[in-house]
């Protein structure tokens, strides 16, 4: 059967999900045997804890790490969207790969973004020829005080630094030809770092080592180590752009990676809801299949619609790196916060629909849903912790107080951050418009009143589940003006780490609001009312207790879950066929 | 909203009541208050200027005098009161 050609099913989407469906064909069925990548496979290296190295190579075949480096470079990098689906159908075949071979991409972005044409040319060439690479910020004793990092770089004439200290723990501490490392060239303080990129091939070998791989909880076939350094010398021409912008460089970095990560758990959470899927539908109880016992038909709905808030969320993020890089350091904060820890949610919950299976290292997909499980405990805790994120955004709410005009500006915005067919442009990964703070903006939940206002008088269950919306909105911000007011920061008070969870809630339901705005002209499902309802029902589930699902849009949102599952398309509002479905 | 004079003061020497102005301007955006709420005297990181903001707080105040400013000056002058003296004495030096 042939999907691919079938009008309804290609309107809604771009390019960017073209090339997602040729790396799933080329992936096939993780389930079935001989795939490139199979759950079976991936469960045994991660029991072994081995790098999986049959799933790398495909991943070289099908030419995976092209897409690190920039079109100017000799790579396949079009844009983060791409890079974006890509991961999440690497990760639902396993997370530990996308992870192992992302922390390369990581690695390399700070020399895209400000590194000099040798530095670019080396970087490309050594990725093309298969190398690993790392990101060297994290210090054992200042896990997210990265201001307070200790690794020193001495010296800084013609004749080069000296470094020493240790990273740890970092993704292919072991397993990198290069890494870049953020070290201390000047007092403690914002301009106190630079990164340099350190060619392990070219250290003395006499004053670097790695340190051992961490064992882990999940991801255990990663490496996750750390590097060392004593008074290692690299050249002068090794810092990365400016000396004394190494900090700057690493959080506009950690804008990207922490958006993309959540991609990995768009993947798992996708395996998560397939496998239980499969096994409920199979598996008869009473007299009947597990799915049709209510309860746990309303459970596993509300997974799906939990996985449909956190994509609207994670999906403007990725895309507003192609179209608005101003407002990333506070939508990628949200998005870091709330999609990992939603999906960790949704897991738990399934897990509590597969019972005894979801605790089995094999058995139903080859035992995988344990170890997807395992593996997404990391996403909140890296790229900046769940607490550094509430940080963040609790540090901004006070500055999006002031709301500016919603005037055709915005709208032109919100279309283009939600649009299912907007076609990214290519970008040369050069970070000349990021910023560190939005500086008060905020499209996305600032014109939450004039969305909320605008929804048409026929969609009545919609137009009142999102006035509640807008209360808690207008609640939180009326809690944020009296921190204010009282002399209180809000980023290091427990009152305003609340409001920025809230915060984080209304910004994912207005971004399920833009997204059904923005495709709600061409029909097919994302234009329907009904998955919006549940969106913000859900949503509202975390604010206000004692939210009932409205019955009539349970009915609707469970035929599109149940298709996507039949037909294995991806749980997505975008119609996107999955590897293994055949093309004739 | 811009309630301060934001302008680039390119090729001229500012004064510190300038610099104020402008910080007060640029900080009470940040956290949610009118210029005129902001106390010049209180060190900025607490009144909830984070070290990222305070980064921020560099970069504008670069694009705005048109020149480099002392890369550890938000953490050596953690006042308004004190940025803006030590950059106007800077400046007049110049």
Known sequence: MSTATHPEVRAGRSTVHDTVEDFEEFLGD???????????????????????????????????????????????????????????????????????????????????????????????????????????????????????????????????????????????????????????????????????????????????????????????????????????????????????????????????????VTAMSMGVADTGLRTTLDHIRSRRLYGRTVHEIQVIREQVLAAYVDLLVAECTTAATARAISVMPERLSLWSSVTKYLVPGLIDEVLGSLGSVLAARHFMREGVNDGIFQKMLRDNRIVSIFEGTSHVHQHVVASQLPSLLLRPEYDLNTEALLQDLFDHEYEPPEWDLRFDRFKLTNGGLDEITQS??????????????????????????????????QLVKQG????????????????????????????????????????????????????????????????????????????????????????????????? | MSQTDETPVLNRVVTAAEVTDFLRGRVGRMIGLTPDEVDPAAPLASIGVDSVHAMELVAELEEWLGTHVPDHLAWSYPTIALISEQLASAESLA
């Open chain 1, 30 to 260: 993780p389930r079935a045997p001989g795939s490139r990548i199979t759950f079976a496979e991936q469960m045994e290296y991660d029991e072994r804890e081995e790098k999986a190295v049959p799933a790398f190579d495909a991943l070289a075949e099908w030419g995976y790490p092209l897409h690190y480096v920039p079109a100017a470079e000799g790579g396949r990098f079009h844009d983060m969207e791409r890079m974006f689906g890509l991961i999440r159908s690497l990760a639902r075949r396993d997370m530990t790969p996308a992870l192992s071979s992302g922390a390369t991409f990581l690695g390399a972005m700070p020399v895209w973004g400000w590194g000099d044409a040798a530095q670019r040319a080396r970087v490309a060439d050594l990725i093309k020829a298969g190398a690993f690479g790392a990101f060297g910020l994290s210090e054992a004793d200042h896990g997210c005080d990265v201001v307070a990092g200790e690794v020193l770089a001495e010296g800084g004439d013609e004749a080069g630094y000296l470094l020493t200290g240790t990273k740890w723990p970092i993704g292919n501490g072991i397993r990198s030809t290069f890494a870049t490392i953020f070290a201390r060239t000047g007092p403690a303080g914002p301009r106190g770092f630079s990164a340099f990129l350190v060619d392990k091939e070219k250290l003395d070998p006499l004053h670097w080592a790695t340190e051992p791989r961490v064992k882990t909880l999940g991801l255990r076939g990663a490496d996750v180590s750390g590097i060392t350094l004593e008074d290692c010398p690299v050249p002068a021409d090794a810092v990365i752009g400016s000396r004394g912008r190494g900090m700057e460089e690493a959080i506009k970095t950690l804008q990207i990676s922490r958006t993309l």
């Open chain 1, 488 to 584: 209180n920061d809000l980023h290091s008070n427990a009152r305003g780490f609340t409001l920025a969870r809230q915060h984080c809630l209304v910004h994912a339901a207005a971004a399920c609001l833009h997204t059904w705005n923005a495709n709600a002209g061409r029909g097919g499902f994302v234009s329907r009312p009904e998955w919006v309802v549940l969106a913000l029902q859900r949503i509202l589930t975390r604010l206000i207790p004692d939210q009932q699902l409205d019955p009539d849009s349970l009915v609707v949102v469970e035929a599109e879950m149940l298709s996507s599952w039949e037909d294995e398309r991806l749980f997505s509002l975008v119609p996107l066929r999955l590897g293994g479905t055949g093309t004739d």
């Open chain 1, 448 to 481: 939450l009143p004039d969305v909320v206002a605008a929804i048409p008088a026929e969609y009545a269950t919609l137009k009142q589940v999102a006035a509640e919306v807008l209360a808690v909105q207008e609640r939180l911000q009326q809690g944020v003006r």
